[in-house]
């Protein structure tokens, strides 16, 4: 599959997806980017970076949510040592260590699949970037209502990777984050990847956080959507929910697509049927310039909301704010975190970002 790179990019969120659309659509328009037990889990190895990080991006958040989330990066623990799946770079398919060991000897599948090493790297940022970049959608997230993540149910559609949804739960919050990813599915399998998530050193105290990832096509498959559940507080998408990539405005690649499985109507009930009377919807996307007409269309480069804020308001939604441009906060923050310069992003990078609300009944 050659490298797992960061960028604006997100995993195409189909329901109709095979692996090896998968496998191109990981790379798709990337832009290149730069329990506690007796003893406590060794930190990452990216700890300093995150700090780092957090410390740069902590004049520019406003909230005290955003900022209880950056604080939280540096506390990300490490991954084991000598960690690996096995993985189709051809096809992208991904399984665990022991379900390939108990592959049968003459299985062609044997063959195929490599081992993939599975670093701190890998585990956390390789994939699409810092997780440090969720800061300004948990921003806007309390800026519109929610005041804590303590004891607030998350999820997460399209989570892409578990650095963010780890870093909230250690803050006592209830996460939640559904994918279509088969290699995030063997990565995040082993024991204490998910389950109860003890709260970092310089949390408030409190009881733990949980973490809970799902794989399937939410909400199309009743298992996944039932597996899923509701009651949540914040419902978040970051780089997936683009009309780009939904409603394309000129013919597009299959691949680059996403099918969501289900009208535009039955998918914003299902988010209202998700949240709790009161809850948001927080869809933060960061995208490229849009190729020139002579120039294939490029799906991820438009980061309007999928949907109308007239289709918001039918489903029952409130609509705090509708395609806002945020592109020199946008900018801003990739500055901070060190991909990329003013220069070089501006008119090549934008933010966009639609904040709607479950009403209170």
């Not at 804590?148 to 999820?155: E, H, M, N, S």
């Not at 899923?228 to 507080?233: F, H, I």
């Not at 489903?315 to 592109?327: M, S, Y």
Request: glycine share 10%; hydrophobic share 40%.
């Amino acid at each position: 599959m050659g490298d797992l790179t960061t960028g604006v990019s997100r995993p195409m969120f189909m329901t109709h997806l095979t692996p090896l659309a998968l496998s191109t659509a990981l790379l798709a328009g990337s832009l290149a980017l730069a329990q506690e037990a007796d003893t406590a889990p060794s930190p990452s190895t990216l700890a300093e970076t995150f700090g780092e990080q957090a410390t740069a991006l902590d004049d520019l958040v406003r909230t005290n949510v955003a900022e209880s989330f950056l604080g939280a990066l540096g506390h990300l623990p490490g991954v084991e040592e000598g960690r690996a799946v096995r993985y189709d770079r051809e096809t992208g398919e991904a399984m665990t260590v022991t379900a390939f060991d108990a592959l049968e000897p003459e299985d062609p599948d044997r063959e195929r699949f490599g081992v993939l090493p599975v670093d701190d790297t890998l585990y956390y940022t390789r994939l699409f970037g810092t997780p440090a970049l969720y800061a300004r959608a948990l921003d806007l997230a309390s800026a519109h209502g929610v005041t804590t993540l303590d004891d607030t149910r998350v999820l997460d559609f399209g989570f892409g990777q578990v650095g963010h949804l780890r870093a909230m739960a250690s803050l006592g919050a209830h996460c939640t984050g559904v994918e279509v990813n088969p290699l995030l599915e063997a990565m995040y399998s082993e024991p204490g990847d998910t389950g109860l998530i003890e709260r970092h050193s310089e949390a408030p105290e409190g009881p733990p956080g949980t973490l809970r990832l799902f794989y399937g096509s939410w909400p199309s498959d009743d298992a996944t959507r039932a597996h899923v559940g509701g009651r949540y507080d914040l419902i978040i998408s970051k780089n997936v929910l683009k009309r780009g990539y939904i409603h394309p405005e000129r013919e597009a690649d299959p691949a680059q697509l996403i099918d969501l499985g289900v009208t535009d109507e039955a998918f914003i009930g299902a988010l209202k049927e998700a949240l709790v009377p009161g809850g948001l919807v927080v869809i933060y996307n960061f995208s490229p310039k849009q190729a020139s007409p002579d120039e294939p269309y490029i799906p991820w480069a438009d980061g309007r909301c999928p949907f109308d804020a007239e289709q918001w308001e039918a489903g029952g939604f409130e609509v705090l704010a509708h395609d806002e441009q945020d592109t020199e906060r946008a900018i801003a923050h990739f500055v901070a975190v060190g991909a990329g310069t003013q220069e070089g992003l501006e008119g090549n990078l934008f933010g966009m970002y639609t904040v709607v609300r479950r009403p209170v009944e």
